[in-house]
């Protein structure tokens, strides 16, 4: 975007002259993706920096294992648990800080799928085991990069500025009375557009955010337990009908009604945004 625009846009987002959709004011997103990211001036040094501190970290985190056997925490159960929580404010919240086990897990796995491509030839048998040790593979090194403590983060407020260089929003907080706006961010930019399975057009700002378990039902607030939908498939579909609607692990959604007469599935999971 060229300065020239982003004073336009300034200006257009400021005079209060854009309406609002769904309730929600007017917002302008910055998105890049971390490969963006990585090509900004002096990222080699910050990433430097941050690889720096994840391997001290990692290494006290050996270090305390191998001294103590545990991760450090105190757990209660019983009475004392129950003493505890009498006049606490429960509120399980996930922030996806950086793990470094979750370092051991990978150079394990990573270990684990070398010694088996080694020992065996792909084959009927061996193809699902090799799958599923590249997803754990692809999810560990996702973690790091991830999250709060994770490279994204950290590249993202030591280079954009102050205005973009704010702190990291959790995206699974367990039950929640309403959808923060870290969660509801992230699952409009992934959506788009309504989720309906049967197919829906309306954009991502006449939408509501569905879960897809509800609340009443043990259902968590999280980006991949939520999902865009319009307010009719919304209100009146699931909430009115009895329609089921779940997302898919691949991005797809499917959906049924109440006696299962009739199933709808999504063609596919939506463009990804930028």
Same mark, same amino acid.
């Given at each position: #975007? ?6 336009? #846009? +300034? $200006? ?8 609002? +959709? ?45 001294? &103590? ?6 757990? =209660? ?12 404010? #429960? ?14 897990? /990978?150079? +394990? ?8 491509? $080694? ?49 990291? /929003? ?13 969660? +509801? ?31 009443? *039902? ?26 089921? =609607?779940?997302? *898919?692990?691949?991005? &797809?959604? &499917? ?20």
């Amino acid at each position: #975007m060229t300065q020239k625009h982003s004073r336009r #846009m +300034r $200006r257009l987002a400021a005079s209060g002259l854009l309406p609002e +959709r769904a309730g929600q004011p007017v917002r302008a997103w910055a998105h890049m993706s971390l490969a963006d990211l990585l090509r900004l001036e002096g990222s080699s040094a910050v990433q430097e920096e941050w690889t720096a501190q994840v391997r001290a970290a990692w290494a006290a985190h050996r270090a305390e294992a191998s001294g &103590t056997g545990g991760d450090g925490g105190a757990w =209660l159960d019983g009475d004392a648990a129950e003493a505890i929580a009498c006049d606490a404010a #429960m509120a399980p919240v996930v922030t996806g800080d950086l793990n470094p086990a979750a370092l051991d897990d /990978l150079v +394990r796995l990573c270990v684990e799928l070398d010694w088996h491509r $080694r020992q065996e030839r792909p084959g009927p048998d061996t193809g699902p085991a090799w799958e599923a040790l590249e997803q754990a593979i692809i999810g560990t090194a996702v973690d790091l990069l991830s999250g709060p403590g994770g490279l994204a983060s950290f590249l993202r407020r030591r280079q954009l500025g102050a205005r973009l260089g704010g702190p990291s /929003l959790p995206l699974d907080v367990g039950y929640s009375e309403s959808v923060p706006a870290g969660i +509801r961010t992230a699952v409009i930019l992934r959506d788009r557009h309504c989720r309906w399975a049967g197919g829906c057009d309306q954009p991502a700002a006449a939408c509501q955010v569905h879960h897809t378990k509800h609340k009443a *039902n043990g259902g968590a607030t999280s980006v991949k337990d939520c999902v865009l939908l319009c307010w009719f498939h919304h209100q009146v579909v699931i909430h009115r009908w009895g329609w089921t =609607l779940v997302l *898919n692990p691949d991005g &797809t959604t &499917t959906a049924w009604n109440k006696d299962k007469t009739k199933v709808l599935h999504s063609h596919g999971p939506p463009a990804r945004p930028g």
